[in-house]
């Protein structure tokens, strides 16, 4: 069984950054997964924000984040991250990392297999 466990949300002014990590556990290998970011705020519906896949490095962002987000991942320690700059109030909502072997369109959830338990952030302007 395949775990994820995000952390690094808070609460920060904007125009700050903070940055998530995701860290992966019960799989010897992730070769063959990718990593994707989400985000839901209250009332709206879940959406992608960005992805990375484990083997390549390829990444893939939002456009609403595009430049200002960044998505990497540390092989040795198992953990995939979310670097976000220039954060604005329309940022705040709870991010989830998932893992999966994606084969079709990487900002559709349902491509997706494993769930972080989500971390909150909260932008305030």
């Known amino acids: 069984q395949v775990q994820l466990v995000e952390s690094g949300g808070g609460l920060v002014q904007a125009g700050g950054s903070l940055r998530l990590s995701c860290l992966v556990s019960g799989r010897r290998t992730f070769n063959a997964y990718a990593m994707g970011w989400f985000r839901q705020a209250p009332g709206k519906e879940r959406e992608f924000v960005a992805f990375?896949?484990?083997?390549?490095?390829?990444?893939y962002y939002a456009d609403s984040v595009k430049g200002r987000f960044t998505v990497s991942r540390d092989n040795a320690k198992n953990t995939a991250y979310l670097q976000m700059n220039s954060l604005k109030p329309e940022d705040t909502a709870v991010y989830y990392c998932a893992a999966g072997a994606v084969g079709g369109p990487v900002w559709v959830a349902n491509q997706y297999d494993y769930w972080g338990q989500g971390t909150q952030v909260t932008v305030s302007s």
């Open positions: 990375i896949r484990w083997n390549t490095g390829g990444t």
